[in-house]
């Protein structure tokens, strides 16, 4: 969702004439800030310090801080860092151009945080960093009150967008080139409660099945308390959603659940993946764990680790537990020493691997449909390769032959011939390559910035 509202800043500062710069000589400088996790509060204010210096020698140039740490502490960041010109919030992004204009001609910081939001904000401009994947809000918000996180005081109650909207939004995004959407949301299983539908999830699935050129939909995040049979159903039914779901667990003891304030427990979350693998065979299942949680003792930390073991996610993102001020959990007792967070978190790491690695392999000596990334390998061993997603959101390595032309947007097919924890690969030639109207716009826009293929040796010979 942060990454999104990024796309959105970059869309409005675009509209209003700025050129986005890697220059270090910028003359506005904007920090969308994210409150999730606590390391975000010491990087901010490591950047602004350091920005400060850069301001002296140019004092024409404007910072800004918005988002969710900027909602949560105005007077911190004015405290902290009395040079920033301007602090915005999670519900008024839009005004970003009018309050550095205000601050310029003005010669004041400018401060806007909004309380609540009105409406769904869909009329801000967005500048995509992807041609040929998208992200679409379908509502902002939650209505949840899971007692670690901190994003329904910074975000509000629920903003759930008319499908309308949405669906026109996606036509669009297809009209220019874009074949995959990911439609996000905190909760997107509780979307259409502020219009009263339950179904509404499952029907905006189906409807964005009847979209002509969209080749994938994904979704973050699901949440289990909602998750109805109905949309299951509707990933089953429409050919263009993606066996693939991504559902935070949390924690694989009830007690932990109960503490969260996560209203389902480890068996509704076992019957719904049970579920979703039976209806879709295929499907990919990952996860969010939290390690740490005050009060989380070893036998609940057993749980997570058997849950683990008996979903066998094919991936899983996990985080050690912080505490951010203002959420329930921060206050409670048994918070749990770090040194032990740490120490489970290393173990249950290996757990997922082992896991993973286990799901990855059964994917050697299958041909999988890949979607080609943007994205180069980092390193050296991968300076040759290119990557892309499966349907089921696996990343795949491979390495174009010779005479192959590959550009990202493309969709290649590919046998499966290595598997690791965190990826896959195929050294065998390309089965089959299929070129998108999404490749012919990537290359020309490099023919037209007169810029090198990207720097993939494969494109360029
Ligand atoms: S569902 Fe829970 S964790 Fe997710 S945004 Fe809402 S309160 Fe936070």
């Known amino acids: 969702m942060n990454e999104h509202d990024s796309e959105r800043l970059s869309g409005l500062l675009e509209n209003a004439g700025y050129i986005a710069t890697d220059s270090e000589d910028a003359d506005v400088v904007v920090y969308n800030t994210c409150a999730v996790r606590e390391n975000a509060d010491n990087k901010l204010y490591g950047n602004l310090g350091m920005l400060y210096k850069t301001k002296e020698k140019r004092p024409g140039m404007q910072i800004a801080v918005g988002g969710c740490l900027a909602q949560k502490d105005k007077e911190l960041i004015q405290e902290k860092a009395p040079w920033v010109d301007v602090v915005f919030g999670t519900h008024n992004f839009g005004s970003l151009p009018v309050l550095l204009e205000r601050a ?18 869909s009329n801000l401009p ?3 960093d992807s ?4 992200l679409v809000a379908i509502s902002v918000g939650c209505n949840n009150t899971c007692t670690f996180c901190i994003v329904p005081s910074l975000r509000g109650k629920e903003k759930d967008r008319r499908a309308g909207e949405i669906l026109d ?34 029907k905006l699935l189906r409807a964005c099945g009847n979209i002509q050129g969209l080749e994938r939909v994904r979704f973050i995040s699901p949440h289990p308390k909602d998750f109805t049979d109905d949309v299951i159903s509707a990933m089953a039914e429409t050919t263009n959603v993606m066996p693939h779901l991504h559902m935070p667990l949390q924690s ?5 659940l109960a503490d969260m304030k996560r209203s389902y427990r480890r068996e509704k979350y076992l019957g719904i993946i049970e579920r979703v693998r039976k209806q879709i065979p295929d499907a990919s299942i990952t996860t969010d764990i939290i390690v740490g949680f005050p ?4 036998k609940d930390f057993q749980d997570t680790i058997d849950l683990v073991m008996q979903a066998k996610f094919d991936s899983a993102f996990t985080y050690q537990y912080s505490k951010r001020p203002g959420t329930p959990a921060a206050e409670m007792p048994n918070q749990i020493d770090p040194k032990e967070i740490n120490e489970r978190y290393e173990r249950l790491a290996k757990v997922i691997n082992m896991v993973v690695l286990e799901q990855n392999k059964k994917q050697i000596g299958k041909n999988v449909e890949v979607l080609v990334s943007e994205s180069q390998g980092r390193k050296e061993e991968f300076k040759n390769t290119m990557s892309g997603r499966t349907k089921d959101f696996r990343l795949i390595n491979f390495t174009p032959q010779k005479d192959q032309f590959i550009r990202p947007g493309d969709f290649v097919e590919l046998e499966v011939t290595g598997a690791f924890p965190f990826y896959l690969t195929s050294d065998k030639p390309i089965i089959k390559h299929r070129m998108t109207n999404a490749g012919d716009i990537w290359q020309n826009s490099k023919k037209s910035s007169n810029e090198v293929l990207l720097g993939i040796p494969t494109l360029v010979r």
């Open 169 to 202: 939004e996606i036509k669009t995004l297809v009209s220019q080139g874009v074949i995959e959407i990911m439609l996000l949301g905190q909760n997107v299983n509780s979307y259409g409660v502020e219009f009263g539908d339950k179904y509404a999830f499952g």
């Open 131 to 134: 041609i040929h994947s998208a």
């Open 295 to 298: 009060g989380e003792t070893e």
């Open 126 to 128: 967005t500048k995509r």
């Open 104 to 121: 310029r001609v003005n010669q004041e910081a400018q401060i806007e945080i909004l309380e609540a939001l009105e409406v769904f904000p």
């Open 252 to 256: 694989g003891s009830d007690k932990v």
